[in-house]
């Protein structure tokens, strides 16, 4: 995969710009870096998917991965925009011609914000094929009701990709049967409501109500009933664009936790030199370069046109885990000072312990490779 040594020269360079003392000001607000998003969508990195003749760089993700890695390895958080990166590819893979023609300019010039991914609902979590959220045909429209959970951005976002029901659960042939994805443009949307959840790190995330939205039929994203393969090919790119971050998280990490290890100056000789600082970091290196390798290999063939929902999967498991281990080693090198806001670990720390468990927790990865990698038993 190529290195894309330029592209992340310049991200280095934009975030130099915004340096811990901004994220940590922010992060105490619970206030959005828009500063940050502008800055990226003036230098054109939120349209690096689009394809030239919309506006776009038309960059692959293996390019896109490289912006997200290096923003996290600045020590910044890329989840304020890295959703218009991999929502985008339901519109450009599955949009109509006339979709995307009235959509994408606008999104590259930076006119419209398209990083609203409405899935998850409160009774079904993970359960995609559960969800209630109603999309009835009425005329030229659609009427919406329902709710979502965990939709990130939402406030800050013009456009929403949206995955609602348009066959009732118990009349579908098959299970993965209708499901509808619309876009849904939440700038004169009556009828929606959004309200803010707090969390232990400053991610934006909400609830939405939807009482009675109306969306045009035109906004139908594919064939009525198919959403939920369209949405499951966009989740692979999501799960293979958070690893990257992840890959970026730990490279702080270990950045932080080795500069610190050499300069600080216990019982005579600086901490670095004992094994026991040693060998936590040595291992966290090693985890992180090793799933480095497999982000790279995800990415590969996701870009070929593969089938990678094991490597996309496997990508986004072992990377998060290497950035929360590597996080755990740089809280235990520095000490109480990685407790301090100040050194910027436990803000960062929080942010990674997310991949965890979203998007798609550790468990539900692990029971996805034991079925279809080998051939196990269905477990839900």
Known sequence: MTDFTDIREAIIRLCA???????????????????FVAALTREGWLAALIPSEYGGSGLPLSAACAVLEEIHASGGNGAAAHAQMYVMGTLLRHGNDAQKARYLP???????RLQAFGVT?????????????????DGDDYVINGQKIWTSRAEHSDLMVLLAR??????????????????????????????????????????????????????????????????????????ILIAAECIGDARFFLDRACGYARERQVFGRPIG????????????????SAARLVVADACRRYESGEVAGAEANTAKLLAAEASWQAGEAAMQTLGGFAFAADYDIERKFRETRLYQVAPVSTNLILAYLAEHVLGLPKSY
């Not at 710009?17 to 500063?35: N, T, V």
């Not at 094994?275 to 936590?280: D, E, L, S």
Request: aromatic share 8%; glycine share 8%; proline share 5%.
């Open 273 to 288: 030199q004992n094994q026991g600082i040693q060998f936590p970091l040595a291992m966290a290196h090693a985890r992180m």
């Open 166 to 239: 348009t066959t009732p659960k118990d009349q579908v042939a098959k299970r993965t049967d209708g499901l509808s994805v619309f876009l849904l443009d939440m700038r004169d949307c009556a009828g929606l409501s959004i309200r803010p959840i707090d969390t232990m790190m400053n991610h934006g995330t909400t609830a939405i109500f939807f009482d009675d939205v109306r969306v045009p039929a035109a906004n139908l994203i594919g064939t009525e009933g198919q959403g939920f393969r369209y949405i499951l090919s966009g989740m692979n790119a999501e799960r």
């Open 106 to 112: 606008a999104i590259a010039r930076g006119e419209l």
């Open 17 to 35: 710009d915004f340096p811990g003392e901004y994220w940590r000001a922010k992060d105490a607000a619970r206030a959005y870096p828009s500063e």
């Open 121 to 137: 609902e409160p009774t079904s979590g993970s359960d995609t094929l559960s969800l209630r959220t109603m999309a009835v045909r």
